[in-house]
């Protein structure tokens, strides 16, 4: 029988009204930490960053103030945004042949005198093995196979690749902002995942050279690099002030408190709390927060001095959105407040979301029509050349109905 509506409404309103009390005693809470975090002062001495490793959560390291805001500068009356971004169709077991689709979408706005719009689309279809494979050179016995979560990321370093390209050609005289959806930290290549050299392929290969190419860029031209993080669930920052507020020793953490919890005191002060929600306090709209850098092991052992990942937290009206980049933006003044100062000019243009990565997204969207479509035309191109387009009875049985 259908489940009672009447008693659904009835648990929602006490669940409700028991958040409600919970809320008013979060913010108390946070309010506590805060002064906490003032009290504690600047950054860790470097001893206490490279400490940071052996706590059992992952905390930023800070490179400027522990907490902190900074307003808005104003952006160049002429400029550009470049961004592009990735859709793909997957390698499916069921079709007649092994391949993937990777569709790039991406567009340059222009704003200024010359106000000015280009919107494009590239798509990548891989059916060779040398695709559809990574091989380790040193032992080509040992491959892993592109598809799932490799192929996302993937997907990832060819949508960076696209941007710099894109970027290398925007006009030379107007500041430009080059700007990605998601992050720069590729998160599904850290632990012990996949073989050394996926990672190799990946960020070695491509990933570092296509960031190399954007810094190359900005020091010719007024180029900055940023990727937009819409809704963080980050607590990188919650778990620096966390490390600063514990007295105890690593061993000590390591058995009491994990990301986001620990039944130690004065630890236990930051349990449960997002960065976000700590920088929606301190920010008014179209500031910033101090910048960090990610103790992530993935760009700490892979990326290089020159290409490691910071962030800083902005309040763009709408939200708090974490912004990535790297090192040699942050370490450069002028590119900071170039990115700071158009990120927020294209949320306020798209109603708090960017418009470059909104209609970059547009163009490299694969919905569920064209990936019907996609499956077809690759039976149908089979057939005309008298190849076989056998597929799974599974797969048939969902494309045709019994009734």
Excluded at 68 to 74: A, D, E, T
Excluded at 182 to 203: C, D, E, H, N, T
Aim: aromatic share 6%; with cysteine.
């Amino acid at each position: 029988m259908p489940f009672d509506l009447g008693e659904v409404a009835l648990q929602l309103e006490q669940a409700a009204r028991s958040l409600v009390q919970s809320q008013n005693d979060r913010q108390l809470r946070l309010a506590s930490l805060l002064d906490a975090a003032a009290q504690a002062g600047q950054a860790p001495t470097d001893a206490a960053t490279n400490a940071m490793s052996e706590r059992p959560y992952l905390s930023a390291r800070v490179t400027d103030a522990l907490i902190g805001n900074y307003p808005n500068p104003p952006p160049p009356e002429n400029w550009c945004v470049a961004s592009v971004d990735g859709s793909h169709v997957d390698v499916d077991r069921h079709m007649p042949v092994s391949c993937f689709l990777v569709n790039l979408g991406g567009c340059i706005l222009r704003y200024g005198d010359q106000p000015d719009a280009s919107l494009f689309s590239q798509s990548h279809l891989a059916t060779e093995r040398a695709d559809l494979y990574l091989v380790d050179p040193a032992n080509p016995a040992q491959e892993e196979p592109v598809s799932g979560a490799l192929l996302g990321l993937v997907r990832t370093v060819m949508e960076l690749e696209k941007l710099s390209e894109v970027a290398d050609g925007l006009p030379g005289d107007l500041p430009a902002l080059a700007l990605v959806d998601g992050s720069l930290v590729l998160w599904g290549l850290s632990g012990q995942g996949y073989r050394p050299f996926v990672r190799v392929a990946i960020i070695q290969d491509r990933f570092l050279k296509a960031l190399d190419k954007l810094k190359v860029l900005s020091q010719t031209r007024p180029v900055t690099l940023a990727a937009y993080v819409s809704l963080p669930r980050s607590t990188e920052v919650v778990n620096a002030i966390r490390r600063c507020l514990c007295p105890h020793e690593p061993a000590r953490c390591r058995q009491a408190c994990g990301n986001r919890r620990s039944v130690v005191s004065p630890c236990n002060l930051a349990n449960d709390f997002l960065d976000r929600e700590l920088f929606q306090r301190l920010l008014n709209p179209g500031w910033r927060s101090p910048v960090y850098r990610t103790n992530s092991s993935v760009p700490r052992e892979n990326y290089g001095d020159e290409q490691q990942v910071n962030f800083y937290y902005l309040n763009v009206g709408e939200e708090i959105a974490r912004v990535e980049v790297p090192e040699w933006v942050a370490k450069s003044q002028e590119l900071l407040d170039l990115g700071h100062s158009l990120i927020l000019d294209q949320c306020r243009r798209g109603q708090g979301y960017p418009v470059a990565i909104s209609e970059s997204h547009e163009q490299a969207a694969v919905r569920a029509a064209d990936r019907r479509m996609f499956k077809e035309l690759v039976s149908r191109s089979l057939e005309r050349e008298g190849l076989s387009a056998l597929t799974s009875e599974k797969d048939r049985s969902k494309r045709l109905p019994w009734v």
